[in-house]
């Protein structure tokens, strides 16, 4: 089946410093990709849809400044958090469509800002 | 608005039947989805419904009725690797999920 892989999986850095989320798809080309988060005990909440070769569509109230998302190829997108702090620590989870029945989602990436 | 309801949390015996309730309302409706998630991990993906009835596979069964805006998932023969969140999505008229805030099942012995 098709599979998402998402990297790292866990990463802690330091306040004001920026991350990379790397989210690929191995055996199948996903023109879309989608980037959530979730918070302890909650459920998932998307924050971005990126799209291959054109700018990614934000959420209401995610500041595109802070979470850039670039979606290069048609197997890869990123997600980076700049300047990041306390705040957006997180479990940030990256998706990717496959037709219309079912989203096959990355491993996850635990990020930590101290 | 879009909204997804079903219980925050819900205990059950290791091998007795559980069923998960998931109600919504959403500005159309294209499919439903259930999904598993153990703690710390993402997402696995259970099962799909778009049209009413029942879908079983295996010890998983997730039913749907598109008329009461309401589906659950009936989990069988419960394990205790069952324990996780199940969370239950609808995808709406722009094909977008909206998910559901899960619900922790607890098995106990």
């Known amino acids: 089946g098709a599979v998402v892989s998402q990297h790292p999986s866990r990463v802690i850095c330091k306040s004001g410093t920026s991350v990379k989320i790397e989210c690929r798809s191995l055996?199948?080309?996903?023109?879309?990709m989608f980037w959530y988060r979730q918070f302890p005990k909650q459920s998932l909440m998307l924050m971005a849809t990126s799209n291959e070769g054109s700018k990614a569509t934000y959420e209401q109230g995610v500041e595109k400044d802070k979470f850039l998302i670039n979606h290069a190829s048609l197997t890869l997108s990123t997600l980076t958090v700049t300047s990041a702090h306390p705040e957006d620590s997180s479990f940030y989870i990256c998706?990717?469509?496959?037709?219309?029945?079912?989203?096959?989602f990355g491993q996850g990436t635990r990020l930590t800002v101290v | 608005g879009q909204n997804i309801d079903q219980p925050t949390e819900m205990t059950a015996t290791e091998g007795a039947i559980v069923q998960i309730n998931c109600t919504y309302q959403t500005s159309g409706f294209n499919g439903l989805f259930w999904y598993q998630q153990h703690a710390g991990e993402a997402p696995t993906f259970l099962s799909y419904?778009?049209l009413d009835g029942l879908e079983e596979k295996g010890r998983f069964s997730s039913f749907l009725s598109r008329s009461k805006g309401y589906s659950y998932l009936l989990l069988k023969e419960l394990q205790m690797k069952d324990s996780a969140s199940y969370l239950c999505a609808v995808k709406d008229s722009n094909y977008q999920l909206i998910w559901g805030a899960g619900t922790k099942l607890i098995i106990k012995p």
């Open positions: 055996d199948f080309q996903a023109t879309t």
């Open positions: 998706s990717a469509p496959v037709g219309n029945t079912e989203a096959f």
């Open positions: 419904n778009v």
